[in-house]
């Protein structure tokens, strides 16, 4: 019997436990409702057309912070005066009388048992504790002054059966965007005599009236029209009749609400003879009240060494040392809430208004009601991305915010973040480049970088190029590289370069190491290649031209290092050249910092042809000499059956006319002390006089 008792106790206790995890998981707990009352809104009495301003008091408690406020004001009066006196159709704080025209006063902010004899069952707040409490909880009050609807005589302007008169505009304007304010109305109904007749509110704006609670003739079926559905209207919302009052709650259902409108009606029952009389004031008094309801907002921050690798906001909590949760009104850039970040990177924030927001992480700790300044994370961290929930997905932003609609408790706000990768200097030297060019293959030095998630990074890894050499282009695997291209597999075999510029004696780009988050490090490192020397000449400009009867040729160069001389080449199509003369350098010993002006000129009346690197002139010139010796046919015959085998045995390489109304190309070629070939020149055409 004992082990059984325990058996029963044991199972009872898990049962209490298993209660327990599911009340304190549920969505509801954790709602609070944030309400009317007493100190939070206008003191005096009315009657008055002038806004009233509640303050939103947490729960029974206190403010609620931040200060969250519900204007009411009153427009499109229809009735800008009423039989007997100077004051509209509807005001705040009015009341009926009975020894004068003009509306008696009553409290503006008024207990809800004040007026309408109902009960806290005829309302509801949605779920959020504390529920409505008449005797404790407030209200705006507001007269439909039934003396508008009589004539001077006492007769009435349309007949007491009349349903839906409009006479104003009650606008609620909320300080911030909510979601799904609750609306409570109290005492739609009031009576003269045998007359009944009633106020109502109809929503304007395209929001959906959801009716939550209400006695029994509180009504919302004709859709955002919230009315005493009773065929007698009276003033109890708990009488036996035959005429009733109605007293309910609404909500009104869409997210970032700024205001609503409703326009205020009044109907007439007909059970009597008058709407009022000229010797007293009549009219339906109502109050009307607004409670919102607040939510719990939680979540972690990962450091997510893969960033969105496997499109999950997911890795090890952390607060990055120190970091704090914000919660900013998307619609001011305020600041609402703020919360530090725990050591495992969970944060929580309690008892949130139903609003939209943008939740964020920062190492800054912003004020509350000031501008959020943004989201700035501590040195060498950077965002890889934010979901609303644990399972795949992200917002697609990677910024360290989340927006979120707060319309239940939130668990799984998730912000992920990771340390970026360190990029390290690297140079190589090598010999002077030839013809302007560093071929593939050249480049053997490997890249370097170390990741505090992924450790060492280098040749293998992805390697974003982010600045591109000066001084020439920067080509891979022999494809010219954009700055900002991304290069997986790094080799640096396959790096080149073209088009050195003359006179430099390195170049440099820079590059950062990629880590596998895809986040690549803050500060670039450079990659230096040098080589012993400078690159020979940088030419300043280079001109051709016929004048005279001759090519001349003109040049300046602005620096020469090591240069011995200059070889004019000349070509008819622009790619093939050849030499057509030399130049020496003016430089002292070939070196020189300041320009030097250069010029070379030759006849352009006949035409040379080249053929193996032999020029026909010479052989003629000696087929003459031969002519004019002893046996001059001899040496005639024997030359020029030697020109007859170099034409058949050799390919003629370049036909070159030097005749102004042809097509002459021309450049310059340094040649170094050692004979080499160094800077070339641009390419020009030879211009005609």
């Keep these: 019997m004992l082990n059984s008792y325990r058996s029963v106790i044991n199972t009872g206790i898990t049962c209490i436990w298993s209660l327990l995890f599911l009340f304190f998981t549920s969505p509801s707990f954790g709602q609070k409702s944030l309400k009317f009352e007493n100190g939070g809104g206008p003191s005096g009495n009315g009657p008055t057309t002038s806004n009233q301003v509640v303050t939103m008091y947490n729960g029974d408690a206190g403010v609620y912070t931040p200060a969250t406020t519900v204007t009411f004001s009153l427009s499109n009066q229809q009735y800008p005066s009423i039989q007997g006196a100077n004051s509209p159709g ?34 509801s707040t949605g779920g959020a504790n504390p529920t409505i409490n008449i005797a404790n909880d407030y209200a705006v009050e507001l007269f439909g002054c039934t003396d508008a609807l009589i004539n001077n005589d006492g007769s009435n302007k349309v007949p007491t059966n009349t349903k839906d008169i409009y006479f104003a505009d009650l606008k609620l304007t909320f300080n911030r965007p909510v979601n799904n304010p609750v609306i409570h109305v109290t005492g739609l109904g009031g009576v003269l005599g045998n007359e009944g007749f009633t106020n109502s ?20 079926s004709k859709g955002t029209h919230i009315y005493n559905s009773a065929s007698r209207y009276g003033s109890s919302s708990s009488g036996t009749g035959p005429q009733f009052g109605a007293s309910g709650s609404v909500k009104i259902a869409g997210d970032n609400i700024t205001s609503l409108t409703f326009r205020v009606f009044l109907s007439g029952d007909g059970g009597g003879p008058n709407w009022s009389n000229t010797s007293g004031a009549s009219g339906d008094a109502i109050l009307v009240a607004v409670t919102m309801t607040t939510y719990n907002i939680g979540g972690k921050v990962f450091q997510d060494a893969n960033g969105m690798g496997d499109n999950t ?129 050249s480049i053997t030095t490997p890249v370097k970088g170390t990741d505090p998630e992924d450790g060492a990074l ?29 290069i997986p597999n790094f080799d640096p075999r396959l790096l080149s370069f073209s088009n050195l510029q003359d006179g430099t004696s390195s170049t440099s780009f820079k590059y950062s190491v990629v880590d596998a988050a895809g986040k690549q490090s803050t500060t670039p490192a450079t990659f230096t290649v040098s080589w012993d020397g400078n690159l020979p000449v940088v030419y300043k400009n280079v001109a051709a031209r016929f004048s005279g009867g001759s090519l001349i040729i ?127 020149s641009k390419v020009v055409r030879v211009s005609s006089e």
């Design 90 to 123: 509807v005001t705040f704080g009015g009341n009926v009388s009975s020894n004068t025209n003009t509306p008696g006063g009553l409290a503006l902010y008024n207990l809800m048992n004040q007026l309408g004899s109902s009960q806290n069952s005829h309302y």
């Design 201 to 220: 509110l109809e929503l304007v704006d395209a929001y959906t009236v959801l009716k939550l609670a209400g006695s029994p003739y509180f009504d919302v």
């Design 313 to 441: 906001v997911n890795g090890t909590g952390t607060n990055a040392g120190s970091l704090n949760a914000v919660l900013v009104d998307p619609a001011t850039g305020n600041v609402v809430a703020t919360v530090p970040v725990n050591a495992d990177g969970t944060y929580s924030f309690t008892n949130i208004v139903a609003a939209g927001y943008t939740l964020a992480i920062t190492k800054d700790a912003p004020v509350i009601g000031a501008h959020f300044p943004g989201v700035s994370l501590p040195e060498g961290w950077t965002s890889t991305g934010e979901n609303n929930g644990a399972r795949p997905g992200n917002d697609g932003r990677a910024d360290g915010m989340l927006s979120l609609n707060l319309n239940d408790n939130i668990s799984d706000a998730n912000l992920a973040m990771e340390q970026q990768p360190v990029s390290e200097n690297v140079s190589q030297r090598i010999p002077i480049p030839s013809s302007h060019t560093i071929p593939q293959g």
């Design 458 to 486: 280098g040749n293998g890894d992805t390697v974003a190029i982010t600045e591109l050499p000066t001084n020439g282009t920067l080509l891979y695997d022999g494809n010219p590289v954009a700055a900002g291209q991304r």
């Design 554 to 680: 003109e040049w300046t160069t602005m620096t020469e290092t090591g240069n011995d001389h200059f070889e004019i080449e000349a070509s008819s199509d622009g790619s093939t050249f050849n030499s057509i003369g030399t130049v020496a350098s003016k430089a002292p010993d070939g070196n020189s910092t300041k320009e030097i002006d250069y010029n070379f000129s030759k006849p352009a009346t006949v035409a040379l042809f080249f053929v193996a690197g032999t020029s026909v002139f010479g052989l003629l010139g000696l087929l003459l000499v031969a002519l004019n010796r002893k046996n001059g046919i001899r040496w005639a015959a024997g030359i020029i059956m030697f020109v007859g085998f170099l034409g058949a045995s050799c390919k003629k390489k370049e036909s070159l006319s030097l005749q102004k109304n042809e097509n002459v190309f021309v450049r310059i070629v340094q040649i170094d002390k050692d004979g080499k070939r160094g800077a070339v």
